[in-house]
DNA sequence: TAGATTGTTAATCGATTAACAATC
DNA sequence: TAGATTGTTAATCGATTAACAATC
């Protein structure tokens, strides 16, 4: 499957992975690496690494490899880690709370701008620099922010209504971390899906899978 | 890809969401449901849905469809729902605090035992309804306990003390929140990982490549 | 230059889709 | 029985791997 701009979703779910161990390399001193040696790595074969960085143009120098820094950030451009895209977190939970303090914290592409939650008790209290707001002032200030993205973390019955809520409101892309399936009733948006439950299960399932054997 | 059952990942990683959605529905009154309606609502064809199931055995009926209820039944039962792996839980924050509190509160095939964290003033505090052992603990409750998984809610930067730690306690499968890649260091272990990070940087390259089609 | 390693094309493999006979 | 829909085999498609000429 092919996403919009014509590169596969299984190449497009790598270059994170790809961009943090470069990284990683470039921070720990090393200059340059052979497709084969991160291919050793990150559990994946040459080939495939060759492959998946010449969707986007050639990085590599024959006889050498490639320059983890140089790779590193010709990733993060690819990636658009660059970009400063609004976003809203919805739920002021533990979740909530977490993703604000370890997600938003460094350059990942996104600013966060807020954070709302439901619960009146909350209103006003911190959640890192942030004071929480209470979901009615929601509506005034998407109109004025015109946020990009909106965080769920509700829980799975209240994500509908928050959603179409936020639709309306102008917000078209999505961070998911309730089980409720927006792209159902919201084709057109951007989700991206983080499925707890989901990975918990096949954990499950694996573990499950691995005594059968002994 | 298979894994040790013969199952291709691509299947297993489906099965939860099958479970999920077949619940919902007998949860909702609807008794039967055909694969091509399935297929509608989960975004996946007909004929990829009666693969997946014929993976396991003949669930359907000609000329009928699948019973909801009895589907979601074999499912749980082939994810191991009803297994009950003990699990500990390393790092009381935010995060551990929440994974603790939505996923471990359901019949997911695990029971969660214990809570750990490195800072000794939590010591004590309350997750739930554990008090939260210190690190030095761990040992001997691993010794006493024998834990099966060990949830992973810990900095990146102390993630692989922790799992090698585990490891020489007999932990042999872990469900890793941080971004440090455990099986790199335990090729013999089973690693799910959660890489919100990753999740978040593709939604970022998505979002980009979005804008640059309008 | 010789050695190394890329970029890229061709071959293989596996997953998805299509088709249809079996059967409720 | 006729209609519907599965289970299953065959065809297609896409992703991964292998191979090698290009070139630093």
Redesign the pocket.
């Known amino acids: ?2 996403d919009s701009t014509g590169i ?4 497009i779910r790598r270059l994170p992975r790809y961009y943090q161990y470069l990284t990683d390399l470039s921070n720990n001193g090393i200059e340059r690496i ?3 040696e991160l291919a050793e790595k990150m559990g ?5 690494i ?2 998946d ?2 969707c986007f143009g ?9 320059n983890t820094a140089q790779l590193a950030n010709a990733l993060a451009g690819i990636l658009g880690l660059d970009s400063d895209f609004s976003a809203i977190l919805i739920g002021a939970g533990n979740l909530g709370k977490a993703v604000a303090a370890h997600l938003f914290s460094e350059q990942n592409g996104f600013r966060l701008i807020a954070v709302f939650d439901s619960d009146k008790k909350l209103e006003g209290k911190k959640v890192g620099k942030f004071s929480i707001l209470h979901m009615d002032a929601l509506e005034d200030f998407c109109k004025q922010n015109k946020p990009v993205t909106a965080v769920l973390c509700v829980p799975d019955n209240a994500a509908k209504e928050v959603a179409l809520k936020l639709d309306s409101l102008g917000v078209k892309s999505f961070w998911n971390f309730s089980h409720f399936d927006i792209s159902s009733i919201l084709p057109n948006s951007r989700v991206e899906n983080v499925h707890l439950k989901d990975s918990l299960m096949t954990l499950c399932f694996l573990i499950k899978s691995d005594m059968g054997k002994n």
Chains 1, 2 share one sequence.
């Open positions: 499957m092919k596969s979703m299984s190449v052979s497709s084969s994946l074969t040459a080939s495939q060759r492959q960085f010449n050639g990085f590599g120098l024959q006889g050498y490899g490639y």
